[in-house]
């Protein structure tokens, strides 16, 4: 079957699926052609991970090959930082929050996306607004942390919201005080 195009691989998994009256945990995903962006975009709309294309003629091939390609929904927000891990030089890590009407709740942690300058540019800033306590609504536990007021907010990219309500693969972009979004 290895030689065989996509598009045949895929419409004789199609029938034996059907033939054996498979389900559920095992789904089989539609042939969509068109205009790859629209359904890029589509995809972002439905808070999916993202999409997966492939070449109709192609021969399967286990190794990464432009034949095949993910293209994932990359996100963006602004969360307010409620707290940091201190590094040597700058931060390690920054404490992410979300406004909620009135509450402030945790929305997980970053710690990528800068370089040794900017990092030190962040401490530099959140050190002007320390606070002796978290401002979150329901209190987290994490040892490491200093806590400050949510006076600064984060710039984030990320590829999800987890079940647990927490950011997945976040990557910081840029820091500003006092712009309110999330």
């Known amino acids: 079957m290895r030689k065989e195009r996509q598009i045949e691989r895929k419409r004789l998994l199609k029938e034996l699926i059907e033939e054996h009256k498979l389900g559920e945990p095992i789904l089989f995903s539609e042939h969509h052609e068109g205009d790859g962006q629209a359904l890029f975009v589509a995809a972002g709309k439905l808070n999916y991970e993202g999409i997966v294309s492939k070449r109709v003629d192609a021969p399967y091939r286990s190794d990464r090959v432009e034949a095949w390609q993910k293209i994932k929904v990359v996100q963006k927000g602004k969360f307010p ?19 909620e ?12 996306g800068w370089n040794r300058t900017t990092s030190a540019q962040i401490r530099k800033a959140l050190d002007t607004v320390v606070s002796p306590k978290q401002k979150l609504t ?15 907010y984060a710039e984030i990219e990320y590829r999800d919201i987890a079940s647990e309500g927490l950011l997945r693969a976040s990557s910081f972009k840029g820091l500003s005080k006092g712009t309110r979004r999330s």
Do not use: C, H, N
Not at 82 to 95: C, E, H, N, Q, T
Not at 101 to 112: A, E, F, I, P, S
Not at 138 to 152: C, Y
């Open 81 to 99: 930082v409620v707290g940091f891990i201190k590094d040597p030089s700058g931060v390690a890590a920054l404490y992410l929050g979300k406004r």
């Open 101 to 112: 009407g009135k509450d402030l709740v945790y929305m997980g942690k970053v710690g990528t």
């Open 138 to 152: 329901k209190s987290i536990r994490k040892q490491k942390a200093t806590w400050v007021e949510p006076t600064f």
